[in-house]
């Protein structure tokens, strides 16, 4: 009897822990012909707060797909990524929910405004603290392409999928849900789970789930998939077996990551290299699986080797895949196993990622450069990149936001994120920060702690304030400056050496703190390069003075093995001979290269260019000073030899930066700019500009594209005198004070801009305005529209000259900011560049001119993809003459919005010019190539 009740204690027990573990039980029929899975599940998920729930909430992230005002889709439209925009409504996913039920009842539930990927229920009864609640639901998935996000399903019917099926959110005081945003950041609690996944015959299924069962019908397969305290959803459906299981010991790595190149057997010695590096430094992996997929890599890639040309191979086959294996399994370890919100706290997974990836390196391939082999090539060897070590990218990665003022804090949440600061430049300083802190901290502390605390806390929900405290408990240095200074703020690193005082056997060093934190500096002392000694000096407030023993050396350098990720190391060192030592000799180099601290390094890069049909072709020589990574001073010649004109030209730029980091004016630019160059057939003009532009932007938001652009400048022209033209000859010399304000917010969905413009020269006073908008309609037409206005306050110029008028379609540019490839040109093909400024018209109509005030209305609305109508409406009025109605009309043919556009005019006040003769000199072409201008379709997707 006794032994029986101890049995059923015993059993209560169990069913008690059981109760309070986690689970999901699903059974999903897919229909691959229809794109659908009609899914029931049994959600079954413990309240572990000390808060008693009314209401709980669901990840519902296929859903994400539904409409074109989703947070996904809004965030793909702010990086102009237009797929989603234009796709077919069957090619994106959606959710349709028939029933959630707790003990049969149904259970009330909604999507959340703005959030249409979460859902909030309404229990029947209140969930206390410890108890568990019990949901079934039955709903249909829509699988969406594949194109948008790599998840869904293929051109060919393959399925790859992820967040897939409903799961709980996590409560830990307060819920933690957000929508998907294509960041691969769900943040759901672990749970046991149970699938029973139908699938047609001829379909391989991939998990990290272990399979219990497989039945085979005629038509069907039913495969049982389980899990124990798993997070990963992930589920693949393919027709060819393309993943490979390599197998060590009973735990499996699972990839279709692949390497041409490399033998089977070299394949399996990297996977089992890599596997014991992880659990050496990571520990054990606490599952039989893990997944490795090429869509994980595609989104998250080694930068660098992932631009580079198939044919170009600068490192070792071998040494390409590890890294791509390696970086994808380290963070596939860490995304299941350290379950901290990656929304929220994504610096502690991405920062043990790239200092793990970059040990790796140090271990394996130590001398491994950051242009691999091609740092041998002659040529190239005596670039300062070719000196630069492959761990050193990272360094480099993040400085090319810092030093545009572009970076944002890592505890920022990550969907605040810039593209690059969240797929590089933050996971740089992140993994770059770690190494930081273990060279501070010595003694291989941090390794020994991230292994334990890993240990500790595998699979569990924690905060990353749990690894701060962890830290510093190991340790008696102080490393506030870590958690206060470095991971929450923008404050740059950049230390200085102020004064040294040198005697026999001790020098006192100054060394100075040139920004608001309080982080550590190391100080080396060397002797022909070889290091002495190295001094962590703390707590540099603004200035500290320090003495420490000479021990021969000859030279004192701050910062010398470049482990701080400093923004400017060119003032870090001072030597020990005398004053003039101190003087950074000149280095001379062909072609841009990557800053070196220790020269004051210029540069000579050969330019051929084409920038008008006068010079033609122009041969020369840039010489300046700007390195890969921006300065503050800046200085730029470009003397030049047109072939055509038979002419020396060129053009010439000095110029300062001044950043400001918590302002909504972020930059100040200031300097002098001049240039000599044709415009018309064996006529010239110079020009000397100085100028002052601030910059401003939405100092709490860097996604926005708010932009604000106050330019001040004054225009010194001289031209030679047409005598041929008496219009463009009068007054070739002038002078124009010019102040222009841009406001402008560019996006794919919504776009409007406005500028006022006011110019003050010697004969005359005008102001304009100019605003633009444009809408993107969910059923992909297009609407475009553009006002512009402009008058003289003042204007005593000849009436016979409208050199300085306001222009109808064709400004003349007196100012010369168009980039006219034939800005004299009034026949051919360049007479018909377009350039949206001014009138905006397309035809060519009288008055083409305004020399009293001129507005007009420019607009054009889709008709079939690409091809758009358009139409120009506007009043001109010139001194002694009646107001004039000018319009026009016709075909815009949009190639790519901004950079290549064609027009064809229809009917206007010439009436219909399409039966016309010469209508071929009608047609009007709006394209550039100037590589800036082409560079802003990639930088506008990025920053």
Same mark, same amino acid.
């Given at each position: 009897?006794?032994?029986?009740?101890?049995?059923?204690?015993?059993?209560?027990?169990?069913?008690?822990?059981?109760? /309070?573990?986690?689970?999901?039980?699903?059974?999903?029929?897919?229909?691959?012909?229809?794109?659908?899975?009609?899914?029931?599940?049994?959600?079954?998920?413990?309240?572990?707060?000390?808060?008693?729930?009314?209401?709980?909430?669901?990840?519902?992230?296929?859903?994400?797909?539904?409409?074109?005002?989703?947070?996904?889709?809004?965030?793909?439209?702010?990086?102009?990524?237009?797929?989603?925009?234009?796709?077919?409504?069957?090619?994106?996913?959606?959710?349709?929910?028939?029933?959630?039920?707790?003990?049969?009842?149904?259970?009330?539930?909604?999507?959340?405004?703005?959030?249409?990927?979460?859902?909030?229920?309404?229990?029947n009864k209140p969930l206390k603290p410890n108890e568990t609640?019990?949901?079934?639901?039955?709903?249909?998935?829509?699988?969406?392409?594949?194109?948008?996000?790599?998840? /869904?399903?293929?051109?060919?019917?393959?399925?790859?999928?992820?967040?897939?099926?409903?799961?709980?959110?996590?409560?830990?005081?307060?819920?933690?849900?957000?929508?998907?945003?294509?960041?691969?950041?769900?943040?759901?609690?672990?749970?046991?789970?149970?699938?029973?996944?139908?699938?047609?015959?001829?379909?391989?299924?991939?998990?990290?789930?272990?399979?219990?069962?497989?039945?085979?019908?005629?038509?069907?397969?039913?495969?049982?998939?389980?899990?124990?305290?798993?997070?990963?959803?992930?589920?693949?459906?393919?027709?060819?077996?393309?993943?490979?299981?390599?197998?060590?010991?009973?735990?499996?790595?699972?990839?279709?990551?692949?390497?041409?190149?490399?033998?089977?057997?070299?394949?399996?010695?990297?996977?089992?290299?890599?596997?014991?590096?992880?659990?050496?430094?990571?520990?054990?992996?606490?599952?039989?699986?893990?997944?490795?997929?090429?869509?994980?890599?595609?989104?998250?890639?080694?930068?660098?080797?992932?631009?580079?040309?198939?044919?170009?191979?600068?490192?070792?086959?071998?040494?390409?895949?590890?890294?791509?294996?390696?970086?994808?399994?380290?963070?596939?370890?860490?995304?299941?196993?350290?379950?901290?919100?990656?929304?929220?706290?994504?610096?502690?997974?991405?920062?043990l990622q790239i200092y793990f990836l970059m040990k790796y390196?140090?271990?394996?391939?130590?001398?491994?450069?950051?242009?691999?082999?091609?740092?041998?090539?002659?040529?190239?060897?005596?670039?300062?990149?070719?000196?630069?070590?492959?761990?050193?990218?990272?360094?480099?990665?993040?400085?090319?936001?810092?030093?545009?003022?572009?970076?944002?804090?890592?505890?920022?949440?990550?969907?605040?994120?810039?593209?690059?600061?969240?797929?590089?430049?933050?996971?740089?300083?992140?993994?770059?920060?770690?190494?930081?802190?273990?060279?501070?901290?010595?003694?291989?502390?941090?390794?020994?702690?991230?292994?334990?605390?890993?240990?500790?806390?595998?699979?569990?929900?924690?905060?990353?304030?749990?690894?701060?405290?962890?830290?510093?408990?190991?340790?008696?240095?102080?490393?506030?400056?870590?958690?206060?200074?470095?991971?929450?703020?923008?404050?740059?690193?950049?230390?200085?050496?102020?004064?040294?005082?040198?005697?026999?056997?001790?020098?006192?060093?100054?060394?100075?703190?040139?920004?608001?934190?309080?982080?550590?500096?190391?100080?080396?002392?060397?002797?022909?390069?070889?290091?002495?000694?190295?001094?962590?000096?703390?707590?540099?407030?603004?200035?500290?003075?320090?003495?420490?023993?000479?021990?021969?050396?000859?030279?004192?350098?701050?910062?010398?093995?470049?482990?701080?990720?400093?923004?400017?190391?060119?003032?870090?060192?001072?030597?020990?001979?005398?004053?003039?030592?101190?003087?950074?000799?000149?280095?001379?180099?062909?072609?841009?290269?990557?800053?070196?601290?220790?020269?004051?390094?210029?540069?000579?890069?050969?330019?051929?260019?084409?920038?008008?049909?006068?010079?033609?072709?122009?041969?020369?020589?840039?010489?300046?000073?700007?390195?890969?990574?921006?300065?503050?001073?800046?200085?730029?010649?470009?003397?030049?030899?047109?072939?055509?004109?038979?002419?020396?030209?060129?053009?010439?730029?000095?110029?300062?930066?001044?950043?400001?980091?918590?302002?909504?004016?972020?930059?100040?630019?200031?300097?002098?700019?001049?240039?000599?160059?044709?415009?018309?057939?064996?006529?010239?003009?110079?020009?000397?500009?100085?100028y002052l532009s601030l910059f401003f932007r939405e100092k709490?938001?860097?996604?926005?594209?708010?932009?604000?652009?106050?330019?001040?400048?004054?225009?010194?022209?001289?031209?030679?005198?047409?005598?041929?033209?008496?219009?463009?000859?009068?007054?070739?010399?002038?002078?124009?004070?010019?102040?222009?304000?841009?406001?402008?917010?560019?996006?794919?969905?919504?776009?409007?801009?406005?500028?006022?413009?006011?110019?003050? /020269?010697?004969?005359?006073?005008?102001?304009?305005?100019?605003?633009?908008?444009?809408?993107?309609?969910?059923?992909?037409?297009?609407?475009?529209?553009?006002?512009?206005? /402009?008058?003289?306050?003042?204007?005593?110029?000849?009436?016979?000259?409208?050199?300085?008028?306001?222009?109808?379609?064709?400004?003349?540019?007196?100012?010369?900011?168009?980039?006219?490839?034939?800005?004299?040109?009034?026949?051919?093909?360049?007479?018909?560049?377009?350039?949206?400024?001014?009138?905006?018209?397309?035809?060519?109509?009288?008055?083409?001119?305004?020399?009293?005030?001129?507005?007009?209305?420019?607009?054009?609305?889709?008709?079939?993809?690409?091809?758009?109508?358009?139409?120009?409406?506007?009043?001109?009025?010139?001194?002694?003459?009646?107001?004039?109605?000018?319009?026009?009309?016709?075909?815009?043919?949009?190639?790519?919005?901004?950079?290549?556009?064609?027009?064809?005019?229809?009917?206007?006040?010439?009436?219909?010019?399409?039966?016309?003769?010469?209508?071929?000199?009608?047609?009007?072409?709006?394209?550039?190539?100037?590589?800036?201008?082409?560079?802003?379709?990639?930088?506008?997707?990025?920053?």
């Amino acid at each position: 009897m006794r032994f029986r009740l101890l049995s059923f204690f015993l059993i209560g027990l169990l069913s008690l822990s059981l109760s /309070g573990q986690n689970s999901i039980d699903l059974r999903a029929v897919f229909n691959i012909e229809k794109k659908q899975i009609a899914i029931s599940q049994t959600i079954i998920y413990q309240n572990s707060s000390n808060d008693t729930l009314q209401t709980i909430y669901l990840n519902n992230w296929n859903n994400s797909y539904s409409t074109k005002k989703t947070p996904l889709a809004i965030r793909m439209a702010d990086e102009y990524k237009n797929e989603f925009h234009f796709a077919k409504n069957e090619d994106r996913g959606f959710s349709v929910i028939t029933s959630i039920k707790e003990n049969q009842e149904e259970l009330p539930f909604e999507t959340l405004p703005g959030k249409i990927d979460v859902i909030k229920v309404e229990l029947n009864k209140p969930l206390k603290p410890n108890e568990t609640y019990k949901l079934n639901l039955s709903y249909l998935v829509q699988i969406p392409n594949d194109k948008f996000t790599g998840y /869904g399903i293929t051109p060919t019917g393959d399925i790859n999928l992820r967040y897939w099926y409903i799961t709980p959110a996590v409560y830990n005081g307060e819920w933690q849900y957000y929508s998907n945003k294509d960041l691969d950041d769900l943040y759901i609690p672990e749970a046991d789970l149970d699938l029973e996944i139908i699938i047609p015959k001829g379909y391989f299924i991939t998990s990290e789930l272990n399979v219990s069962n497989v039945i085979q019908s005629i038509q069907n397969q039913t495969i049982k998939l389980e899990g124990n305290k798993r997070v990963n959803n992930k589920l693949f459906l393919r027709k060819l077996p393309v993943f490979n299981s390599i197998q060590t010991g009973d735990f499996s790595l699972i990839s279709d990551i692949e390497d041409p190149n490399l033998a089977v057997i070299d394949k399996v010695l990297i996977t089992e290299k890599i596997t014991k590096f992880i659990f050496e430094n990571l520990g054990n992996y606490p599952h039989e699986k893990l997944l490795l997929t090429n869509i994980d890599y595609s989104k998250d890639p080694i930068y660098g080797l992932n631009f580079l040309p198939k044919f170009v191979h600068p490192y070792p086959d071998s040494f390409q895949f590890e890294l791509k294996l390696l970086k994808v399994a380290l963070y596939s370890y860490l995304e299941n196993t350290l379950l901290v919100n990656p929304r929220k706290e994504q610096w502690l997974l991405d920062g043990l990622q790239i200092y793990f990836l970059m040990k790796y390196v140090e271990i394996n391939y130590p001398n491994m450069k950051f242009l691999g082999t091609l740092a041998n090539f002659w040529g190239i060897r005596s670039f300062h990149a070719a000196d630069v070590n492959f761990n050193e990218k990272y360094n480099l990665g993040y400085m090319l936001m810092a030093r545009t003022n572009r970076d944002q804090p890592l505890l920022m949440e990550k969907d605040s994120l810039l593209k690059f600061n969240k797929s590089i430049a933050n996971k740089y300083k992140a993994g770059v920060g770690f190494k930081y802190l273990d060279d501070f901290i010595n003694s291989d502390i941090l390794e020994s702690t991230i292994k334990s605390f890993l240990a500790q806390n595998q699979i569990k929900q924690i905060k990353a304030e749990a690894f701060e405290n962890y830290l510093k408990n190991n340790t008696k240095k102080d490393i506030d400056w870590f958690f206060k200074d470095y991971l929450t703020t923008r404050k740059k690193i950049d230390f200085k050496i102020k004064k040294v005082f040198k005697s026999n056997d001790s020098i006192t060093i100054t060394i100075r703190n040139k920004s608001d934190n309080n982080l550590p500096v190391s100080l080396y002392t060397l002797n022909n390069d070889t290091i002495i000694s190295k001094t962590w000096i703390e707590n540099i407030k603004a200035d500290k003075t320090i003495t420490i023993p000479r021990n021969d050396a000859d030279k004192l350098v701050l910062n010398y093995e470049n482990i701080i990720p400093e923004i400017n190391a060119r003032d870090n060192w001072k030597s020990l001979k005398g004053f003039f030592f101190n003087n950074k000799p000149l280095q001379f180099r062909i072609f841009k290269d990557i800053e070196d601290p220790y020269y004051n390094q210029v540069f000579f890069m050969p330019i051929v260019e084409y920038n008008n049909i006068y010079d033609g072709l122009t041969l020369g020589m840039r010489v300046y000073n700007k390195t890969l990574l921006r300065k503050h001073f800046n200085y730029q010649f470009e003397p030049k030899f047109s072939l055509k004109s038979q002419s020396l030209t060129g053009r010439g730029n000095i110029f300062n930066i001044h950043d400001f980091e918590n302002s909504s004016l972020y930059s100040l630019n200031y300097g002098i700019r001049g240039g000599y160059n044709a415009y018309a057939p064996d006529l010239f003009v110079r020009q000397i500009t100085p100028y002052l532009s601030l910059f401003f932007r939405e100092k709490d938001d860097f996604r926005s594209n708010k932009r604000k652009i106050l330019n001040i400048r004054y225009l010194d022209t001289k031209r030679d005198e047409d005598v041929n033209n008496i219009a463009n000859s009068y007054q070739p010399n002038y002078n124009i004070f010019n102040i222009r304000y841009v406001h402008s917010n560019d996006n794919l969905i919504n776009y409007n801009s406005w500028l006022t413009d006011f110019q003050l /020269g010697k004969t005359f006073t005008k102001v304009s305005f100019e605003y633009e908008y444009r809408r993107l309609f969910e059923n992909n037409r297009q609407l475009n529209l553009r006002w512009f206005s /402009g008058a003289f306050l003042r204007n005593t110029n000849n009436t016979d000259s409208d050199y300085f008028s306001f222009a109808l379609d064709r400004p003349t540019d007196y100012l010369f900011d168009y980039n006219y490839l034939g800005r004299s040109e009034s026949t051919g093909i360049f007479s018909q560049q377009y350039i949206d400024a001014e009138g905006g018209f397309k035809s060519k109509l009288n008055p083409a001119f305004a020399n009293q005030w001129i507005t007009t209305l420019n607009a054009s609305t889709t008709l079939w993809k690409y091809v758009l109508v358009y139409s120009d409406v506007g009043l001109v009025k010139n001194k002694f003459n009646s107001i004039k109605f000018v319009y026009d009309s016709g075909i815009r043919i949009n190639l790519v919005t901004d950079y290549f556009e064609i027009y064809l005019p229809i009917y206007s006040n010439l009436g219909w010019e399409i039966g016309q003769p010469n209508y071929d000199q009608k047609i009007r072409f709006k394209f550039t190539v100037d590589p800036k201008s082409l560079f802003g379709l990639f930088r506008r997707r990025w920053y």
